[in-house]
């Protein structure tokens, strides 16, 4: 402490004494300010400089020489506001002292953060004389908080604004759309089958292929308007000022046409289309999740609508999606609430008239909603996962039971058994379908798996393998629902493919159709020089079981027969063709 000496007379030798501690301590605070790690201004209150210590040289690159007598306007970056400053001024002239971080420029010209603060220093008579600002350089921390301050809003691949900035986004358009009474059009745009490219030419060229998307995404808009990633291969398109639907189109349009040029990821040149769902503000919904998640359903919509299109939000939409959610947890418990039964559907053979397979078909009777269409839960089990077990117990089954038909009297019964894509890609499959032959004693000819031609162009060289494992087990393959996908005959020989069923569309549409009897026929002269079954699936009428029959296709499926029953129902021995059509 320094004694007052206004308040206490003191003899000589005190005052010597006094004086000396004095001189010391005032000799300790010059040590102290010079040696600081700290940067020390002081200057005068018209912020003339009249010192700076050693760690104002370092942090700043300026010589103390250069400084003293100058006004510190030179460090100044031009990163603050003028009024930043005249609050600076405000603060201190009143007497109190003034933190900031502030972004000054070094003498080399770069920017460095400084941590201040400048306080005023009154003299004997109380008046400020002079004020001392001290600071931290604290460009590091401050690098490191703006960095992370980035990757929590933008994602780190694209550059793009992430799932949470895009929500802040989002939330203050439609602020500004409430405001002026304008919409904002979300636009929800999902890569086709970009999990292929990952997966088979690997996650560098994905990146590649993500990185050019979101620069093609960005010149479809303009600056003001935001496009984000959300994860994997999503990204949302916010358009403001939306005056009307059409403006809304017509981006879309944009986006679908610039990538229809090939993209180029390090050697590979690729087509990469794109399917976008559109949700409107006010119309579709009034908050960012709402717009988003409806955005998604109709992004959906589009890609089942055949990829590479886009689709308006619809409230139709909404209330599938309702169901398909209450659905899909209703169907966790449904293997084990024993839900699931099999019904079978003969495979007539019309040379003969005899039953040469049946089809089984997976059948699902919620207590709460009733027996679903398995078009509507196949796509569920797939998509948890529990297709796996629960076609695991499904061919269990129906190996038990068409092995009782064999028994029965019909001992070259074939049982024709649907596998789902995600089955097909299971590695687990080929054990698991021999292991039940074994258990359930079943002749591995006599069981035919069906496929769809998606399923097996989605990883053509995989299929290939799978099923070549399969036929060495003696297994038999068909092409299920033959003609809605895009492959050709010729690229089916790749395949060691026993049967094609001719999907039921075309067996309708023969009757009217010129056009789809000559795909039959097609079909049929093909398959057979190729050496390949053709069923005919769903027959309804004699019209086109006599039209089938003369092009050439002998095997034939639908409710003409017999629709698909419970073993126990199906008519005994169900081996004559007589016999059904009187049923
Ligand atoms: N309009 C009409 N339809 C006929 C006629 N004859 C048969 N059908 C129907 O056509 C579908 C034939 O099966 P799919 O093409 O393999 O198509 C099946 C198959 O892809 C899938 N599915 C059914 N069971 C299973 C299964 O156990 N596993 C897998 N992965 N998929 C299954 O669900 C699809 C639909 O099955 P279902 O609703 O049982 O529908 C069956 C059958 O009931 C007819 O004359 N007219």
Same mark, same amino acid.
């Given at each position: =402490?320094?004694?007052?000496?206004?308040?206490?007379?003191?003899?000589?030798?005190?005052?010597?004494?006094?004086?000396?501690?004095?001189?010391?301590?005032?000799?300790?605070?010059?040590?102290?300010?010079?040696? &600081?790690?700290?940067?020390?201004?002081?200057?005068?209150?018209?912020?003339?400089?009249?010192?700076?210590?050693?760690?104002?040289?370092?942090?700043?690159?300026?010589?103390?020489?250069?400084?003293?007598?100058?006004?510190?306007?030179?460090?100044?970056?031009?990163?603050?506001?003028?009024?930043?400053?005249?609050?600076?001024?405000?603060?201190?002239?009143?007497?109190?002292?003034?933190?900031?971080?502030?972004?000054?420029?070094?003498?080399?010209?770069?920017?460095?953060?400084?941590?201040?603060?400048?306080?005023?220093?009154?003299?004997?008579?109380?008046?400020?004389?002079?004020?001392?600002? &001290?600071?931290?350089?604290?460009?590091?921390?401050?690098?490191?908080?703006?960095?992370?301050?980035?990757?929590?809003?933008?994602?780190?691949?694209?550059?793009?604004?992430?799932?949470?900035?895009?929500?802040?986004?989002?939330?203050?358009?439609?602020?500004?759309?409430?405001?002026?009474?304008?919409?904002?059009?979300?636009?929800?745009?999902?890569?086709?089958?970009?999990?292929?490219?990952?997966?088979?030419?690997?996650?560098?060229?994905?990146?590649?292929?993500?990185?050019?998307?979101?620069?093609?995404?960005?010149?479809?808009?303009?600056?003001?308007?935001?496009?984000?990633?959300?994860?994997?291969?999503?990204?949302?398109?916010?358009?403001?000022?939306?005056?009307?639907?059409?403006?809304?189109?017509?981006?879309?349009?944009?986006?679908?046409?610039?990538?229809?040029?090939?993209?180029?990821?390090?050697?590979?040149?690729?087509?990469?289309?794109?399917?976008?769902?559109?949700?409107?503000?006010?119309?579709?919904? !009034?908050?960012?999740?709402?717009?988003? =998640?409806?955005?998604?359903?109709?992004?959906?919509?589009?890609?089942?609508?055949?990829?590479?299109?886009?689709?308006?939000?619809?409230?139709?939409?909404?209330?599938?999606?309702?169901?398909?959610?209450?659905?899909?947890?209703?169907?966790?418990?449904?293997?084990?609430?024993?839900?699931?039964?099999?019904?079978?559907?003969?495979?007539?053979?019309?040379? &003969?008239?005899?039953?040469?397979?049946?089809?089984?078909?997976?059948?699902?009777?919620?207590?709460?909603?009733?027996?679903?269409?398995?078009?509507?839960?196949?796509?569920?089990?797939?998509?948890?996962?529990?297709?796996?077990?629960?076609?695991?117990?499904?061919?269990?089954?129906?190996?038990?039971?068409?092995?009782?038909?064999?028994?029965?009297?019909?001992?070259? !019964?074939?049982?024709?058994?649907?596998?789902?894509?995600?089955?097909?890609?299971?590695?687990?499959?080929?054990?698991?379908?021999?292991?039940?032959?074994?258990?359930?004693?079943?002749?591995?000819?006599? !069981?035919?798996?069906?496929?769809?031609?998606?399923?097996?162009?989605?990883?053509?060289?995989?299929?290939?393998?799978?099923?070549?494992?399969?036929?060495?087990?003696?297994?038999?393959?068909?092409?299920?629902?033959?003609?809605?996908?895009?492959?050709?005959?010729?690229?089916?020989?790749?395949?060691?493919?026993?049967?094609?069923?001719?999907?039921?569309?075309?067996?309708?549409?023969?009757?009217?159709?010129?056009?789809?009897?000559?795909?039959?026929?097609?079909?049929?002269?093909?398959?057979?020089?190729?050496?390949?079954?053709?069923?005919?699936?769903?027959?309804?009428?004699?019209?086109?079981?006599?039209?089938?029959?003369?092009?050439?296709?002998?095997?034939?499926?639908?409710?003409?027969?017999?629709?698909?029953?419970?073993?126990?129902?199906?008519?005994?021995?169900?081996?004559?063709?007589?016999?059904?059509?009187?049923?």
């Amino acid at each position: =402490m320094i004694a007052n000496s206004d308040h206490t007379p003191e003899s000589g030798a005190e005052s010597i004494y006094l004086n000396s501690k004095v001189a010391g301590i005032t000799q300790m605070l010059a040590h102290a300010v010079e040696q &600081t790690d700290d940067a020390v201004m002081i200057t005068r209150a018209d912020g003339i400089i009249e010192y700076v210590n050693p760690g104002f040289e370092r942090i700043t690159g300026y010589r103390a020489c250069d400084v003293i007598g100058r006004n510190p306007g030179f460090l100044r970056s031009g990163m603050h506001p003028p009024i930043f400053y005249s609050e600076i001024w405000r603060t201190i002239r009143r007497g109190e002292s003034f933190r900031s971080v502030f972004t000054n420029r070094h003498f080399s010209g770069e920017l460095y953060f400084e941590e201040k603060t400048i306080s005023p220093i009154r003299g004997s008579d109380g008046t400020i004389s002079h004020f001392v600002a &001290t600071g931290k350089d604290v460009t590091q921390r401050i690098s490191v908080e703006r960095r992370l301050e980035y990757l929590a809003n933008y994602d780190a691949l694209t550059g793009l604004p992430n799932r949470s900035l895009l929500h802040d986004r989002l939330t203050q358009a439609i602020q500004r759309a409430h405001r002026n009474g304008k919409a904002v059009a979300v636009q929800f745009v999902d890569l086709d089958r970009f999990k292929l490219i990952n997966d088979t030419l690997g996650h560098n060229i994905g990146d590649r292929v993500l990185i050019e998307a979101a620069t093609r995404l960005r010149h479809c808009l303009r600056a003001t308007d935001t496009v984000a990633r959300l994860g994997g291969d999503e990204f949302v398109l916010i358009q403001e000022d939306v005056d009307h639907p059409d403006a809304v189109e017509q981006v879309a349009r944009k986006i679908l046409d610039t990538f229809a040029a090939r993209f180029a990821a390090g050697t590979h040149s690729l087509f990469v289309s794109a399917s976008i769902g559109l949700a409107l503000y006010p119309d579709d919904g !009034l908050s960012p999740d709402e717009l988003l =998640m409806r955005a998604d359903l109709a992004m959906y919509r589009a890609k089942e609508g055949g990829r590479n299109s886009f689709r308006f939000f619809e409230a139709a939409m909404d209330a599938n999606a309702m169901r398909t959610l209450t659905l899909g947890v209703a169907i966790r418990g449904a293997l084990e609430n024993r839900e699931f039964s099999l019904v079978y559907q003969p495979i007539i053979d019309t040379r &003969t008239h005899r039953a040469v397979a049946v089809e089984a078909l997976l059948r699902w009777h919620s207590p709460d909603h009733g027996t679903v269409p398995p078009d509507h839960f196949i796509p569920l089990l797939e998509e948890n996962g529990l297709i796996v077990p629960v076609s695991r117990w499904a061919l269990r089954e129906a190996l038990r039971q068409v092995r009782a038909m064999q028994e029965a009297g019909q001992p070259e !019964l074939r049982l024709a058994f649907n596998l789902s894509s995600r089955q097909f890609r299971d590695v687990g499959l080929l054990q698991d379908v021999t292991a039940a032959l074994d258990e359930l004693d079943f002749t591995p000819r006599l !069981l035919e798996l069906e496929l769809t031609e998606s399923a097996l162009m989605d990883n053509p060289e995989a299929s290939a393998a799978v099923l070549e494992a399969l036929r060495t087990h003696g297994i038999r393959m068909a092409v299920d629902d033959f003609g809605t996908g895009y492959s050709s005959l010729a690229y089916l020989m790749c395949f060691p493919v026993r049967t094609l069923k001719i999907d039921r569309s075309f067996v309708h549409g023969m009757e009217h159709s010129h056009e789809a009897a000559t795909i039959v026929r097609a079909i049929a002269s093909l398959a057979g020089s190729l050496g390949l079954e053709v069923i005919g699936e769903g027959v309804e009428n004699l019209a086109q079981l006599a039209l089938l029959q003369e092009l050439g296709c002998h095997q034939v499926q639908g409710f003409l027969f017999s629709r698909p029953l419970p073993a126990a129902e199906l008519p005994p021995p169900f081996n004559n063709r007589e016999q059904h059509q009187r049923k």
